[in-house]
């Protein structure tokens, strides 16, 4: 039981840093955009805005995060279970 739990452990860091990044449901990001309305004449917004976007070089964790930790965790589940059932063979 304790091997089990253990194995999930991929699964539970990759689904709370997913959690902790924003759960975004989309790719992998490494550019985030900041939009900010900016007045076309300094001091008179009344004139009208424009919208300033920036990009910043960040890297946003999408889907693949808590997928990767699923079927790394798939993967150290089967194993052990392959080595569980060849240790039954083995015994008299």
């Keep these: 039981m304790k091997k089990f739990l ?4 991929p699964l539970i860091v990759t689904f709370g840093y997913w959690i902790a990044d924003g759960a975004r449901v989309s790719p992998w990001a490494t ?3 900041s939009r900010e309305e900016i007045p076309v004449v300094d001091g008179m917004p ?3 805005t ?5 990009w910043t070089d960040e890297f946003v964790c999408g889907i693949e995060t808590p997928l990767a930790g ?5 993967v150290i589940l089967t194993v052990q279970l392959c080595q569980k059932r060849g240790l039954k063979n083995l015994s008299p």
């Design 50 to 54: 424009q919208t300033k976007v920036t």
């Design 70 to 74: 699923l079927c790394l965790t798939l």
């Design 6 to 9: 253990l194995s999930l452990t």
């Design 31 to 33: 550019r985030v955009e």
């Design 46 to 48: 009344e004139l009208g």
